[in-house]
């Protein structure tokens, strides 16, 4: 999901969030982002997350890799 898709989806996962819960964003750019999300699959598979969660995650890293081959990736500031 893009930051426009998130921000404007009314029952995206940033909407779900408490005012006051801590969050941690992986923006497309950063280096590290898309085989931590890999390893996030890995352990949301083992602990029963849902196909279709493991599947949308998975679609992330994929376009995260692409955002890179086509943008370039940096470490994170």
Same mark, same amino acid.
Not at 33 to 54: E, F, M, N, Y
């Given at each position: 999901? !893009? =930051?426009?898709?998130? %921000?404007?989806?009314?029952? #995206? !996962? @940033?909407?779900? !969030? $408490?005012?006051?819960? +801590?969050?941690? /964003?992986?923006? &497309?750019?950063? $280096?590290? $982002? +898309? @085989? !931590? %999300? /890999?390893?996030? /699959?890995?352990?949301?598979?083992?602990? &029963? %997350? #849902?196909?279709q =969660?493991? #599947?949308?995650?998975?679609?992330?890293? /994929?376009?995260?890799?692409?955002?890179?081959?086509?943008?370039g990736? =940096?470490?994170p500031?």
């Amino acid at each position: 999901m !893009t =930051k426009r898709e998130e %921000v404007e989806q009314m029952d #995206s !996962t @940033l909407a779900r !969030t $408490a005012d006051d819960e +801590p969050i941690f /964003i992986l923006c &497309g750019r950063d $280096a590290c $982002a +898309p @085989l !931590t %999300v /890999i390893d996030w /699959i890995d352990r949301a598979h083992r602990a &029963g %997350v #849902s196909q279709q =969660k493991l #599947s949308d995650a998975f679609r992330q890293a /994929i376009a995260m890799l692409r955002f890179q081959a086509e943008h370039g990736s =940096k470490l994170p500031d």
